[in-house]
């Protein structure tokens, strides 16, 4: 009996290869660099496992978008795209994303997905984007230093009387070593740790439709003024004042900062490249307590008008596998789907654990034009963030912020 | 210029004295290649950006005409005139140094001396460097935590700690003003050079044994005879100043606090950060307007002096 199910089983699996050698598709995908550690290994695994297959390429992060856009452009862009998840409303409303709703709600764990990336994923009610990689924000510490300066290793700040607390003894400590680090000229950067802050102590930058700029509250001007005393005591260093981003990592890796809020990513990229610090990583908290995240990352997107969409979704289904789940976790990313994120992670860094239960709980600010008013390098954001933390004029750089922004919100497409 | 106007004139007496209206064919035959290039690459692009300026144009999706809303939203644009107006602020101020710091140089190494060469050469040298590269090696020079400057001073005690210079306008600004001088005063260099070389010897030994002192003469001589070139240098370096741009954006990315941005760094923004092409041509187009006239008043003003035709 047994062996007769083996051959009928074989003869099953025979006869599904024939059927699919048939139809076999290969579709093309783009990623960005910041993916291109996990995602060759899944698209290998991919083509191993299955009949159709994945065509990948990396793009520099910095060019994904136009080079999609002129891709398109010109009939030659990708099937499929792994993009940075704040880009997906701007994407779906030029008009250039295939509409997924169907296929979306199809999946047995669509409410399991990870909801940040699900809501910039939706424009007008219809699912444009589905999560692919994960990034969170989280408050990173060096371990060493803290035991250096009296402090508990192993015990994180809870609030941010506490946060400043610690960074004054780390710097207290003297000669190069300060208590505290970010990146102050990088919108992109505050955008991912400074406003959780805000989030956490129950403010918000935009409203929930990104129709409103709300910079001005109680909130913000608290966390303003908690930076801003931190800057003032020197527990900063000056490269912070126009740090653009490039030191947004490097300067804890470095050894001698006590406190920096970071991403996940980090956890990743501490243990391969910096072995010898030695940190712990907690929440990004409020003011009082609690505790808020930004959950970034990628979504997976396809192009309008693409053919090879079963080929996407047997991809994308894989990829949402416990396999899938596991290699995204293992190189560089959170899983996505949250009811399998715990056996994905079990094996690795248990610090991980933080940035997937920070992931899960996190929050996406959403708006069409978010690289205009937030993410990119002249962003009213940016500028705001460069002037409160160090300006003398904190009322007129708000007020300024809030104009431009919503300005550049009240004239985007489709408004 | 003055080449353009010497071809112009060997045909025109010519054809006084005989019709040639094949020799004209033949002319047309032989600068063929020269137009097919300029019409291919400048009157095409030219025409494209134009027609593009009409349109609201996103880099994605389709685009729509909309006539001149475009030119419009630019007169609401504050932004555009702020980064215009700093454009021009740093226009004036980088001309002024590149010509207070050329001049020198230029009647410096024109008279032969020794390591007469050796000069020419030194101060000519960060001009052959491509712009961007010289404003990453800047952008190191100037970085307070790895860079020379800051720490450099630091240690000497010149300053209390580290000073970090592209935090303020002011020092950033004339951080960068002094980077483009030491990038492009060797060219103007040469060409003032060139224009002084050009000056025949007899006017001013004639001028010196009629007593004319040293500052007579450059006043008198040397200054209203170099008219034409320092027209030439004058216009390059508006024309090369109003679209500045890699040292903005690559040493200070348009900060602190987005003081430094100019024009085309605005109309980069616009077309590749927000994605608004059909914008960002009608704002070149604006500026291609600009520098035209700038360059007509700066001709006329030069080309013209009293006193002659």
Same mark, same amino acid.
Not at chain 1, 116 to 137: E, F, M
Not at chain 1, 313 to 325: I, M, P, R, V
Not at chain 2, 246 to 272: E, M
């Given at each position: 009996m047994k062996r007769l199910m083996q051959r009928l089983a074989g003869g099953i699996a025979l006869l599904a290869l024939t059927v699919s050698a048939a139809s076999a598709e290969t579709f093309t995908l783009w990623v960005r660099s910041d993916g291109s550690n996990f995602m060759p290994r899944i698209v290998e695994a991919f083509n191993q496992s299955h009949e159709d297959k994945a065509e990948l390429q990396i793009v520099p992060v910095a060019e994904l978008v136009q080079k999609y856009a002129t891709a398109a452009a010109g009939g030659a862009a990708p099937d499929a795209l792994s993009l940075d998840l704040i880009y997906t409303p701007s994407f779906a409303a030029a008009g250039q994303l295939e509409d997924i709703t169907d296929f979306a709600k199809s999946l047995p764990y669509f409410d399991k997905l990870s909801p940040?990336?699900?809501?910039?994923?939706?424009?007008?009610?219809?699912?444009?984007?589905?999560?692919?990689?994960?990034?969170?924000?989280v408050l990173i510490w060096n371990k060493k230093l803290f035991r250096q300066a009296g402090l508990d290793p192993d015990k994180g700040p809870t609030n941010w009387a506490e946060i400043e607390a610690a960074a004054e003894k780390v710097a207290a400590l003297g000669g190069d070593t300060k208590g505290f680090y970010f990146s102050g000229a990088c919108g992109g950067c505050n955008i991912f740790t400074f406003t959780p802050l805000i989030w956490a102590s129950g403010g918000d930058i935009l409203t929930e439709d990104g129709s409103k700029a709300t910079l001005d509250t109680p909130q913000m001007r608290d966390a303003i003024a908690f930076y801003r005393d931190m800057v003032k005591k020197g527990l900063v260093p000056e490269g912070a004042r126009t740090d653009t981003?490039?030191?947004?990592?490097?300067?804890?890796?470095?050894?001698?900062?006590?406190?920096?809020?970071? /991403?996940?990513?980090?956890?990743?990229?501490?243990?391969?490249?910096?072995?010898?610090?030695?940190?712990?990583? +907690?929440?990004?908290?409020?003011?009082?307590?609690?505790?808020?995240?930004?959950?970034?990352?990628?979504? %997976?997107?396809?192009?309008?008008?693409?053919?090879?969409?079963?080929?996407?979704?047997?991809?994308?289904? %894989?990829?949402?596998?416990?396999?899938?789940?596991?290699?995204?976790?293992?190189?560089?990313?959170?899983?996505?789907? /949250?009811?399998?994120?715990?056996?994905?992670?079990?094996?690795?860094?248990?610090?991980?654990?933080?940035?997937?239960? !920070?992931?899960?709980?996190?929050? +996406?600010?959403?708006?069409?034009?978010?690289?205009?008013?937030?993410?990119?390098?002249?962003?009213?954001?940016?500028?705001?963030?460069?002037?409160?933390?160090?300006?003398?004029?904190?009322?007129?750089?708000?007020?300024?912020?809030?104009? +431009?922004?919503?300005?550049?919100?009240?004239?985007?497409?489709?408004? | 210029m003055s080449t353009t106007q010497a071809a112009g004139a060997i045909p025109r007496a010519l054809a006084r004295r005989r019709p040639i209206r094949r020799r004209q064919w033949a002319g047309l035959f032989f600068v063929l290649p020269a137009v097919a290039l300029v019409v291919a690459f400048f009157v095409v692009p030219l025409a494209m950006t134009a027609w593009m300026s009409l349109h609201n144009w996103p880099l994605m999706g389709a685009s729509r005409f909309i006539g001149l809303d475009n030119y419009l939203a630019i007169a609401r644009d504050t932004r555009f005139w702020n980064a215009l107006r700093f454009t021009a602020l740093y226009t004036v101020v980088v001309t002024i140094a590149i010509f207070a710091a050329a001049f020198p140089l230029a009647l410096f190494v024109e008279k032969p001396r020794p390591f007469g060469g050796f000069y020419r050469t030194a101060y000519f040298l960060p001009v052959v460097v491509g712009f961007a590269s010289a404003s990453l090696l800047w952008a190191w020079l100037l970085n307070v935590d790895a860079g020379l400057f800051s720490p450099a001073a630091d240690a000497l005690g010149l300053t209390d700690g580290r000073v970090n210079l592209l935090a303020d306008f002011d020092p950033a600004f004339w951080s960068i003003i002094a980077m483009v001088v030491w990038k492009v005063a060797g060219f103007t260099m040469v060409i003032l050079m060139t224009g002084l070389q050009s000056i025949p010897a007899d006017y001013l030994e004639a001028a010196k044994i009629d007593g004319a002192g040293p500052w007579a003469r450059f006043r008198r001589i040397t200054l209203p005879l170099m008219r034409r070139t320092i027209a030439l240098a004058l216009i390059l370096s508006v024309t090369g100043?109003?679209?500045? %741009?890699?040292?903005?954006?690559?040493?200070?990315?348009?900060?602190?606090?987005?003081? +430094?941005?100019?024009?085309?760094?605005?109309?980069?923004?616009?077309? %590749?950060?927000?994605?608004?092409?059909?914008?960002? !041509?009608?704002?070149?187009?604006?500026?291609?307007?600009?520098?035209?006239?700038?360059?007509?008043?700066?001709?006329?003003?030069?080309?013209?002096?009293? /006193?002659?035709?």
């Open positions: 940040a990336h699900v809501k910039t994923g939706t424009y007008k009610d219809r699912i444009y984007g589905l999560p692919y990689s994960a990034d969170s924000s981003g490039s030191n947004f990592f490097a300067a804890f890796a470095r050894g001698n900062i006590g406190l920096a809020p970071s /991403g996940a990513f980090a956890i990743g990229a501490l243990n391969t490249q910096f072995p010898d610090i030695e940190y712990g990583v +907690t929440f990004l908290p409020g003011k009082t307590g609690g505790w808020s995240s930004f959950a970034g990352g990628d979504n %997976f997107v396809v192009t309008k008008g693409t053919t090879k969409l079963k080929a996407i979704k047997a991809f994308l289904d %894989f990829s949402y596998s416990l396999e899938g789940q596991t290699l995204l976790a293992r190189y560089g990313s959170l899983p996505v789907r /949250g009811d399998i994120s715990g056996e994905a992670l079990k094996d690795l860094d248990p610090r991980y654990k933080i940035a997937a239960e !920070a992931m899960e709980k996190g929050r +996406t600010p959403y708006s069409v034009v978010f690289n205009d008013i937030i993410n990119s390098m002249n962003s009213p954001w940016a500028q705001m963030v460069n002037e409160v933390f160090f300006g003398d004029d904190v009322d007129g750089s708000l007020a300024n912020a809030q104009e +431009t922004m919503q300005g550049i919100i009240d004239s985007a497409p489709g408004n | 100043s109003m679209l500045a %741009f890699d040292q903005f954006y690559i040493i200070l990315g348009g900060g602190p606090r987005n003081q +430094t941005v100019t024009a085309v760094y605005w109309i980069f923004n616009q077309s %590749f950060v927000s994605f608004r092409l059909g914008y960002g !041509a009608a704002l070149s187009m604006v500026l291609l307007a600009i520098l035209l006239v700038l360059s007509v008043i700066q001709l006329r003003l030069l080309r013209h002096p009293e /006193g002659e035709s």
